[in-house]
């Protein structure tokens, strides 16, 4: 039988090994996104062994493919003049945001001052912008041509120098640096060479400025099927360019992100290793929640009496609770996605409501008759008033209903005010689902007390 | 004060004034993909009457951009003759997409006969595969030339048939059609006309088939930053060409998918308007918690005799079972999310597990530790017993710590099975983790029942 040898083992007989170089000869032929997948099962110092082993330009590669935990390890562990060297060889994007995780200052100081004065003033000004904004996601390395120019002298350019770049879109500007248009680089190619760079700019161009929320650039790449979309500043001079290929990590990102807000905690839990680092993301939303679960003990006690008469009331108190909670998730989940994606949202918003309420009360009603119906048999056979049936029915459609309507209008409303819905949905709904519906149920208990049986 | 006229009461008022030729005069000066997005507030009616003044060009484009719900409509009452024409304008893969929707078996039939033999062999190629394949994804039209050409030639072919694409990426193959690699076109502008393709192709070319997962497609172009993947068939001949702005797509919509999922219902929401057709989304969900929710109400009534000596245990029922929910789900997440990225698997999966029970115990430990002190404390001012205290904090501590284990197993389970972890976690993991709090809490309590005071 042969025992196939994954890559993970080679690195592993390569460490133990001892041979450098042929741990280097085979490290740089792997494809860097690979390499950064393999470092992260490794110790630290065996990582940082690695890394002094390859090229800068391979090393680059590998620290811009690599994820937040390893990135972190890696940044703080670098000497200084290794990774100053390694910056000159990264985009500048990326370049800055390797930078802006330095969190010692002297050490901040101390790599950006060992890096050349050009590639310095790029990395500075992307520091500036919020990691989150077109600003944190643009590169300043963009071809622009005055757009007076022709074909042939732009051909000539960039023939003394061929950008270094896989995406093909060239932004034509004025002469005050102001954004004309854009145009595929590839129409040089069947453009008569006398032609001028006008004449094949697209002047139809959606720009951004630098504060723009990633989340919104997105959008805009989602909906007009964009490759690359300038940006610019307030008098419309270009500034940078982000390509569709960081969008994807945006969109990824932005996905992520809102799924575990609504699970009450944060998305970097995929990068990090540390128990307490999770403890302290969860944390909050627990105790928020532990708050509710104390209220609903204290409204079930301001019921005892009721309870220990009627102790087989208490047998559908999950029941109803769950399922509120249920449908609300659902409702929730709609509304932060459908806003999310810019699928709800302008004149369709109350179309959207009417339509959960319609939800609320048919999947209410059905589920209501059905554990209504069980607790009406359960109760009979077990010699208590079938009246039950009916209590737990109209408990679960009301509680079902107004759980649809309220975890539909949470995230609406918090969106409204400018706060993301993702983040505020989940601690908020769960904790007042549980409490509405105990109170709809207790009511409704109540009310009828009086057709109980003693 | 003056009113600004949105886009859509623009459209309002031009339906209603019944001037068609202002109406398509105003419609062709809008980004199709905003003219879609307008068309969704329409009746149908309205939204075909539309479609009839746009030139075929004009349509292709709005129904390629148009969300399902609008599309489905538009292709069921738009005439045969005109969708077909409509089609004639579209790229090979959204056409496919259309024809593919096309209920009724005769109407597909007709219209595919009314399309050209090119475009319809074209569209029959790409509507024999799956929609969440490469091959779904995929479009036939592509560049590629012969590895020998010389750059020369490629340029005059080129001048010729100016393709009309935003990407810039052209293929090379051999004599078979076989793929070789691939190159930027734009390198063509600086490269001498002499050399030959082979010199400036990139034959390290990751390639898919046309089965290939779009999911796992995605993960491709996310992890190596890929601006297009060529798919290829057994003997690897070029068959087609998926780019990245098609991916940014997938990867919005399979997060939406598992979002959903999570929620215990289908992405499908976000493009209905119907609640009946929501309701068939989430009710088979709801009926598998109802079925949870009456063992719950069994299990509880096998302690109706300790419920009804201690009513006051029943206050805390309510925490119990939703903490042991809440960090369920954020575990659960954590794992759909982490193996749908990537970023959770192979060797990392025993640390991660490892790491997720310690969380549950300390969570578990920390909210056990609080509500057991609440519960304590409320007990001893209502004169019962303080014991209770120490029996919700065990019961807590150790229904959390064992749903952080049992919601982060079910998906890495259901996921190495080859099931979707996503679809099955949430009604699995939701259903047994009430009863397993509850069961946790009662056993418990019967326990140390000797010590309570009667």
Chains 1, 2 share one sequence.
Not at 77 to 102: C, F, K, T, W, Y
Not at 237 to 246: A, K, N, S
Request: net charge negative; with cysteine.
């Amino acid at each position: 039988m042969e025992t196939e040898i994954t890559p993970s083992d080679a690195l592993r007989n390569l460490l133990v090994e001892g041979d450098s170089e042929a741990l280097r000869e085979w490290a740089v032929e792997l494809h860097p996104a690979d390499l950064a997948a393999l470092l992260r099962d490794l110790s630290i110092e065996e990582g940082v062994h690695v890394f002094h082993l390859l090229p800068d330009e391979e090393s680059a590669a590998v620290l811009a493919e690599s994820d937040e935990d390893l990135r972190t390890q890696l940044i703080e562990n670098l000497p200084a003049e290794d990774l100053s060297r390694i910056l000159e060889q990264m985009d500048p994007d990326d370049a800055a945001d390797v930078v802006g995780e330095i969190e010692d200052p002297e050490r901040f100081r101390k790599v950006l001052s060992l890096v050349s004065e050009v590639e310095r003033a790029e990395i500075e000004g992307l520091l500036v912008h919020d990691e989150e904004s077109a600003g944190g996601i643009m590169t300043s390395e963009y071809l622009a041509f005055p757009v007076y120019w022709t074909v042939q002298a732009t051909i000539n350019f960039l023939r003394q120098a061929p950008p270094d770049t896989h995406f093909n879109t060239a932004f034509t500007i004025d002469n005050q640096g102001r954004l004309k248009g854009m145009f595929p680089i590839q129409r040089l190619v069947w453009t008569p060479p006398t032609k001028r760079l006008m004449e094949i700019t697209n002047p139809d161009v959606l720009s951004v400025t630098a504060d723009t929320d990633q989340e919104e650039v997105a959008r805009l790449f989602s909906k007009y099927d964009l490759v690359a979309i300038p940006v610019v500043d307030e008098e419309g001079r270009l500034t940078g360019r982000i390509t569709v290929d960081d969008i994807l990590d945006v969109v990824q990102e932005e996905s992520s992100e809102d799924m575990f807000k609504l699970a009450g905690t944060s998305d970097d839990e995929l990068v990090t290793r540390s128990a307490r680092a999770v403890l302290t993301l969860r944390l909050p939303w627990m105790l928020i929640a532990l708050v509710g679960g104390g209220v609903c003990a204290l409204i079930l006690g301001l019921f005892e009496t009721e309870l220990s008469t009627y102790t087989y009331l208490a047998f559908y108190l999950p029941v109803i609770m769950s399922m509120g909670g249920n449908i609300g998730t659902q409702s929730s989940t709609l509304m932060v996605r459908g806003i999310a994606t810019g699928q709800i949202g302008g004149g369709g918003i109350g179309r959207t409501i009417f339509k959960e309420l319609r939800v609320g009360l048919l999947m209410g009603g059905i589920c209501g008759f059905l554990t209504g119906s069980f607790a009406a048999a359960y109760s009979n056979l077990s010699g208590d008033t079938p009246l039950v049936g009916l209590i737990v029915a109209l408990s679960m459609t009301l509680s079902m209903t107004f759980s649809t309507i309220y975890a539909s209008l949470v995230p609406l409303t918090l969106n409204r005010l400018g706060i993301d819905p993702a983040v505020a949905s989940a601690p908020f709904i769960s904790m007042s689902n549980d409490a509405l519906g105990l109170s709809i149920y207790l009511t409704i208990i109540r009310i009828l007390q009086p057709y109980l049986a003693p």
